[in-house]
C-alpha cells in the first residue's frame, strides 16, 4: 500500500492531509473525487495507512506493525467497504460501515472506512450512510471516493471535506513513468501527452503492450468513420465486443482525437495538439465537421463511456456511438 512520498502530484491535498494529521483536526468524512486513475484511491490509503501508524507523523513510517498489518490487508482498524454488485446496497452499508462503526477501534487511535465507487450507492444506502456521518463517533474517519459526486445526496456532499482531485502536468507524468517506472522516454512522453493529466491512466498507457496499437485503429476508426457503411459499422460493433475489458481506453483516445479536432477548427495551429503527428487528418475533419457536430460527438462518447460502466447491452451502446460519428 502506497505512501504519501508515492503521490504524483497533487501536492495543495496532500498537505491538506498532512497539516489535519499534524494539527490534530482531522475530520470525519472527506469526499475525494476525481476520474478514474486521478489517484484518489492511492491517496486515501496513504491518508488511513497515517492515520494508523504507531509512529504518529504526518506520514507513515512503513515499519511498524500497524503498517505492516495496513500493507497486507490486515489491520482491524481499516475497513474498504466490499461491494458484490453493480450497486452498493444498505445492507452491504448497514453491516460493513453503520454497524461496525459502533464499535471501539481495536488498537489505533481511529477506525478508517474506506467507500470507493460511492456514487455506486444506492439512494437507501447513501441515507444509510448519512446517518453514520450526521453523528460520528469521535474515532471514525470516512473516506468516501467517486468519480462523479453529483450523483450523491447533497446532505452526503454537506457533511464532507470535499477534496477535487485536477490533473497533473504531463512532464510531471512523464519525470514519473521514467525515474520510477522505467518507461522509455518515448513511450512515456506519449502515455503522459495522453493521460489527460490521470497518473493512473499514463501507467496503463506505458505499461500496456496494445497502447500503440489501440492509437493505430483509433486514428484509423476516427479518420474513417463518416464513411462507413452499415455493414462495416456492425463489423466494428463485433470487433470492439471483441475486447470488451480495453473499451474504455479506446473510448478515452477517440474523445482526445475529437477535442483536437475542436481545438484545431477553434484556435488553429497544430503545436498543442496531442495528435500533432496526424495534424493533417485533424485539419480536415476539422475543416469538414462543424463545432456543434464535434461538441456532439464528445458529448456522445462521454454518454457511451457512462452507459457501458452501467452495464447497458454493450453492442447497442457502441453501435449508437458509431452511428453518431457517421454524422457531418
Not at 225 to 254: N, R
Request: some cysteine; overall charge neutral.
Amino acid at each position: 500500500m502506497a505512501a504519501f512520498e508515492d503521490v504524483v502530484g497533487h501536492e495543495p491535498l496532500v498537505l491538506h492531509l498532512q497539516n489535519a494529521i499534524r494539527q490534530k483536526k482531522v475530520s470525519h468524512a472527506y469526499l475525494l473525487c476525481g476520474e478514474a486513475g486521478s489517484g484518489k484511491r492511492l491517496i486515501a490509503e496513504a491518508f488511513a495507512k497515517t492515520l494508523l501508524c504507531e509512529e504518529g507523523g504526518i506520514t507513515a513510517c512503513g515499519k511498524c506493525k500497524s503498517c505492516r498489518q495496513t500493507e497486507s490487508g490486515n489491520h482491524p482498524d481499516f475497513k474498504i467497504v466490499v461491494r458484490e454488485k453493480a450497486s452498493l446496497g444498505v445492507k452491504e452499508i448497514r453491516e460493513q460501515v453503520t454497524s461496525d462503526a459502533q464499535i471501539k477501534p481495536y488498537c489505533s487511535s481511529y477506525k478508517v472506512y474506506l467507500i470507493d465507487e460511492a456514487e455506486k450507492m444506492t439512494e437507501e444506502a447513501q441515507n444509510a450512510l448519512l446517518k453514520t456521518i450526521e453523528e460520528p463517533r469521535s474515532y471514525a474517519v470516512f473516506l468516501i471516493l467517486a468519480d462523479r459526486q453529483e450523483l450523491l445526496l447533497p446532505t452526503i456532499l454537506s457533511r464532507c471535506i470535499s477534496l477535487p482531485l485536477y490533473p497533473v502536468a504531463a512532464e510531471k507524468i512523464k519525470r514519473f513513468l521514467m525515474e520510477r517506472r522505467g518507461v522509455p522516454d518515448y513511450l512515456a512522453e506519449s502515455a503522459a501527452a495522453f493521460s489527460g493529466g490521470l497518473v493512473g491512466r499514463a501507467v496503463r498507457y506505458a505499461e500496456s503492450e496494445t497502447f500503440l496499437q489501440q492509437r493505430k485503429e483509433v486514428l484509423q476508426l476516427a479518420k474513417t468513420a463518416d464513411e462507413m457503411t452499415m455493414a462495416e459499422v456492425l463489423e466494428t460493433v463485433k470487433a470492439f465486443a471483441a475486447c470488451k475489458e480495453s473499451v474504455q481506453e479506446y473510448l478515452d483516445l477517440l474523445l482526445l482525437w475529437y477535442r483536437d479536432v475542436l481545438f484545431y477548427k477553434a484556435a488553429g495551429g497544430s503545436a498543442s495538439l496531442l495528435f500533432r503527428d496526424e495534424a493533417e487528418a485533424v485539419s480536415a475533419q476539422a475543416a469538414k465537421r462543424s463545432f456543434e457536430n464535434l461538441q456532439g460527438l464528445i458529448d456522445a462518447i462521454g454518454q457511451a463511456k457512462q452507459r457501458l460502466k452501467s452495464n447497458v447491452n454493450f453492442e447497442n451502446a457502441v453501435e449508437l456511438l458509431l452511428l453518431h460519428m457517421k454524422e457531418v
